[in-house]
Every structure is written in structure tokens, then in C-alpha cells.
């Protein structure tokens, strides 16, 4: 089992900038991907993005592509994710999640989630 850590949400103003991160322990030689989802009261758990730990390419959904980066740092089993011009639409609890497959959009593709981190932008 890993277990997820995630870290760094607050309260910025629109146009604003955070960076999460996502410190992973446990069982973490199983990792494949790892990913970052967020949802807002009342909706759906919706992707933000997630990146393969082989080859390191990161995946955005359209909403976030362009101001949102995804990156890795093997050695220290964390990922990280710098948003830029933030939008209150963006506001959400972001979870981070582990996936022992090459897991893409979907969330149950993934295996362990962290508790999450809230993220509140102000207009």
C-alpha cells in the first residue's frame, strides 16, 4: 500500500500562484503514475493531471493546461504541482492519488489517495 501525503493548499487571491506537493511512502517501488485530482462541493472528483515516474511526461486536462505544471522527483518519491494564474474555478480539494498501472483519466484507475489538501481562490 503507499499512502500519499499531500501539502501546500491555502487561500490566494485570482491570478494568483500555489505549488503542492505530494510525498508518497509505503510500498512506493509499485508506483507507475501518479496523479492529481480536486473536487468541488456538490461535483464530481474531476483529473488535473498526472505523470508517469519512467518517463516523466506530464498529462493536463484542458481546463488547467497552460498554467498548471506537473513535475517529479523520483529519489524523493514526491510530486509536485506549480499553479499559476489561478481562477475561482479552480477551487477544490486537491487529492493526490497512486496508481501500480499506467492509469490515465479516470479515478478509479487509481489505487491510493491521500486525504487532500483545500485550495480556495478568491476573485
Known amino acids: 500500500q503507499v499512502q500519499p501525503v499531500e501539502s501546500g493548499g491555502g487561500l490566494v487571491q485570482a491570478g494568483g500562484s500555489l505549488r503542492l506537493s505530494c510525498a508518497a511512502t509505503?510500498?512506493?517501488?509499485?508506483?507507475?503514475?501518479m496523479g492529481w485530482f480536486r473536487q468541488a462541493p456538490g461535483k464530481e472528483r474531476e483529473f488535473v493531471s498526472r505523470?508517469?515516474?519512467?518517463?516523466?511526461?506530464?498529462i493536463y486536462a484542458d481546463s488547467v493546461k497552460g498554467r498548471f505544471t506537473m513535475s517529479r522527483d523520483n529519489a524523493k518519491n514526491t510530486v509536485y504541482l506549480q499553479m499559476n494564474s489561478l481562477k475561482p474555478e479552480d477551487t477544490a480539494i486537491y487529492y493526490c492519488?497512486?496508481?501500480?498501472?499506467?492509469?490515465?483519466?479516470?479515478?478509479?484507475?487509481?489505487?491510493?489517495w491521500g486525504q487532500g489538501t483545500q485550495v480556495t481562490v478568491s476573485s
Open positions: 505523470i508517469s515516474w519512467s518517463d516523466g511526461n506530464p
Open positions: 509505503g510500498r512506493t517501488f509499485s508506483i507507475n503514475v
Open positions: 492519488a497512486a496508481s501500480k498501472f499506467m492509469a490515465h483519466f479516470r479515478d478509479y484507475e487509481y489505487d491510493d
